[in-house]
T-cell receptor
Framework: GEDVEQSLFLSVREGDSSVINCTYT??????LYWYKQEPGAGLQLLTY?????DMKQDQRLTVLLNKKDKHLSLRIADTQTGDSAIYFC????????????FGTGTLLAVQP | DAGVIQSPRHEVTEMGQEVTLRCKPI?????LFWYRQTMMRGLELLIY????????DSGMPEDRFSAKMPNASFSTLKIQPSEPRDSAVYFC??????????????FGSGTQLSVL
């Protein structure tokens, strides 16, 4: 079955870049997503990338996709304390169900 | 738009009691999802509906769990009888496109369930 894996924790200093990594198993995934969960709240879609792209940039966010290695990363430039949250990688099930498979989430802690 | 609305925000109940969680999706969205989040298992998809019809309930833990969507603007997730291991945050999410091309989910704020 599909599996999405992430490291559990990342700590960075304010102003530094953060890189959150994700590996997935379903090679037929058409879209891959990054969601952000702030304390006490639901997940919010941050950005997504179509599988035929290698990179997508959106202001401070850069998504890199290595389809050969099934590796996805999210880079946050100039990380701020407000970026502290849990970040989830997700892939869309390439089968008939079309459901999203979420990773375990990476807790990003930004130190002032 | 008010977004996905879940109630209650917090629920504390005793083992054996029935628990009903409620969700109002964003108006016009075709799909509705119920997720459960715990420290041990992360975010698990329990069930999802497309146009009010259950499409995939393979994530529902056992017969104690049931979900309904009587109309496009309301869904319930019921646990009867509840057990301490059901304690988790339950999220409802909706999606505008029914999973046809790009599944962007909009999440509610969740219901924090504690079963004592």
């Amino acid at each position: 079955g599909e599996d999405v894996e992430q490291s559990l924790f990342l700590s960075v200093r304010e102003g530094d870049s953060s890189v959150i990594n994700c590996t997935y198993t379903d090679s037929s995934s058409t879209y891959l997503y990054w969601y952000k969960q702030e304390p006490g709240a639901g997940l919010q879609l941050l950005t997504y990338i179509f599988s035929n792209m290698d990179m997508k940039q959106d202001q401070r966010l850069t998504v890199l996709l290595n389809k050969k290695d099934k590796h996805l990363s999210l880079r946050i430039a100039d990380t701020q304390t407000g970026d502290s949250a849990i970040y989830f990688c997700a892939e869309r099930d390439g089968g008939a169900t079309n459901k999203l498979i979420f990773g375990t989430g990476t807790l990003l802690a930004v130190q002032p | 738009d008010a977004g996905v609305i879940q109630s209650p925000r917090h629920e504390v109940t005793e083992m054996g009691q029935e628990v009903t969680l409620r969700c109002k999706p964003i108006s016009g969205h075709n799909s509705l999802f119920w997720y459960r989040q715990t420290m041990m298992r992360g975010l698990e998809l329990l069930i999802y509906f497309n146009n009010n019809v259950p499409i995939d309930d393979s994530g529902m833990p056992e017969d104690r769990f049931s979900a309904k969507m009587p109309n496009a603007s309301f869904s319930t997730l019921k646990i009867q009888p509840s057990e301490p291991r059901d304690s988790a945050v339950y999220f409802c999410a909706s999606s505008p496109q029914g999973g046809v091309t790009n599944e962007k989910l909009f999440f509610g704020s969740g219901t924090q369930l504690s079963v004592l």
